[in-house]
């Protein structure tokens, strides 16, 4: 069994702002590494405060 270390980036999609699983949001308080489905439920988008579920993975 492997384990999956790639990191996934998901875009808040009313304003466009990126999570990336490997950086975190540290002035967020979500640190580095923190894979999107351990982000908090009642976390909301820095920039326009848009709820998790306004967020869709994307991939570059």
Same mark, same amino acid.
């Given at each position: 069994? #492997?384990?999956?270390?790639?990191?996934k980036t998901?875009? *808040?999609?009313?304003?466009? !702002?990126?999570?990336?699983? =490997? #950086?975190?949001?540290?002035?967020?308080?979500?640190?580095?590494? #923190?894979?999107?489905? +351990?982000?908090?439920m009642n !976390? #909301? *988008?820095?920039? *326009?405060?848009?709820?998790k579920d +306004?967020?869709?993975?994307? =991939?570059?």
């Open positions: 069994m #492997t384990a999956n270390h790639e990191y998901y875009m *808040c999609l009313i304003c466009g !702002w990126m999570y990336n699983e =490997e #950086t975190g949001a540290p002035e967020e308080g979500i640190l580095p590494c #923190t894979r999107w489905e +351990d982000v908090p !976390w #909301t *988008c820095p920039e *326009c405060g848009a709820r +306004d967020f869709e993975m994307v =991939e570059f």
